[in-house]
């Protein structure tokens, strides 16, 4: 193996180790945590259009309860659909608040909202820009304390997403 891939190796392994040993058996998200994910998803219409986001969210707050937290941060998309010889192409930045409860271990299931910006381009008619609000409900499933899977079923550009996030 070249010199410069084990270094990254071993750079990468050296990174994890703070935030596996920050956990113990933990697989809610709590107030304080940070969270980044990525996830693809898909529009069912007359269209099917897919589309590619990221977020990051931070747990403000407990609420009520141990279980339930209120997480807010910031998501960004990029969506392309192709209309006949037009080509449509949507770039979205916002901001998401988030009602986290853990019904079960290893579980996060959230409902919450996300007011946005987006700008539309198009190639053959004038782009557009507007503000919109999103809601959205979906479950985070860990599959180790900081490595989780998600789906979640929204109102926005995509009706239902899949992708993966990381918790520390």
């Known amino acids: 193996m070249p ?31 940070h969270l980044i994910g990525a996830s693809v998803g898909v529009k069912l219409a007359n269209d099917n259009r897919t589309a ?14 141990d279980e339930c937290t209120l ?22 930045l916002g901001v998401r608040l988030n ?3 853990q ?14 910006f987006n700008i539309r381009t198009y190639n053959f008619k004038k782009d557009t820009a507007k503000i919109e609000c999103y809601v959205h409900v979906g479950g985070r499933f860990y599959l180790t304390n900081w490595l989780g899977i998600f789906a979640e079923a929204s109102t926005g550009y995509n009706n239902f997403s899949f992708g993966v996030n990381v918790k520390f």
């Open 71 to 92: 997480g807010g941060g910031l998501f960004g998309g990029y969506y392309k659909d192709k209309l006949g010889m037009a080509v449509e192409k949507i770039y979205i």
């Open 103 to 116: 019904f079960v271990d290893r579980l996060d299931t959230y409902v919450g909202i996300a007011p946005n």
């Open 99 to 101: 009602v986290h409860y």
């Open 3 to 33: 010199p410069n891939r084990l270094t990254l190796i071993l750079f990468a392994a050296f990174c994890c180790l703070p935030l596996k040993a920050q956990y113990t058996d933990l697989y809610a998200f709590e107030q304080g945590n």
């Open 52 to 65: 590619v986001s990221a977020l990051y969210e931070y747990g403000l707050t407990r609420l009520f309860v």
